[in-house]
């Protein structure tokens, strides 16, 4: 009787640990994570300069390319991740959760300034 069970066992904890992962072609949530904190903090010092609209969009994008340069991500695989992140609101709500406390923790240990 126990033998039985034990394939129906193993295909259910396969499943269980494949759910987690993310597809193929999509970043995995600790890549997102770090991407998104390096964007919010991008866009922030766009914010704070004193430029035009214009030329803080086109200063925010050229920091948006060397942030998917430096991750070695393109940013078609970019946006296809945030899709597939923004169609369950649980794994999104969770990233932008580490999201902030990674930015409240550079804020509370700012490096200093040369």
Excluded: W
């Excluded at 991407?35 to 920091?63: R, W």
């Excluded at 991750?71 to 959760?97: C, N, P, Q």
Aim: charged content about 25%; aromatic content about 8%.
């Amino acid at each position: 009787m126990n033998n039985r069970f034990f394939p129906l066992l193993l295909l259910v904890l396969s499943i269980s640990c494949t759910s987690n992962s993310s597809p193929k072609g999509v970043l995995d949530e600790d890549l997102m994570v770090s991407i998104l904190v390096e964007i919010q903090l991008a866009e922030g010092k766009v914010s704070s300069l004193p430029v035009t609209y214009d030329s803080s969009q086109v200063l925010y994008s050229l920091l948006e390319k060397d942030i998917f340069l430096k991750h070695g991500v393109s940013d078609s695989v970019f946006i296809t991740s945030m899709e597939y992140y923004l169609e369950d609101a649980e794994k999104m709500d969770r990233m932008y959760a580490r999201v902030i406390d990674s930015l409240v923790v550079l804020e509370s240990n700012p490096k200093p300034t040369k």
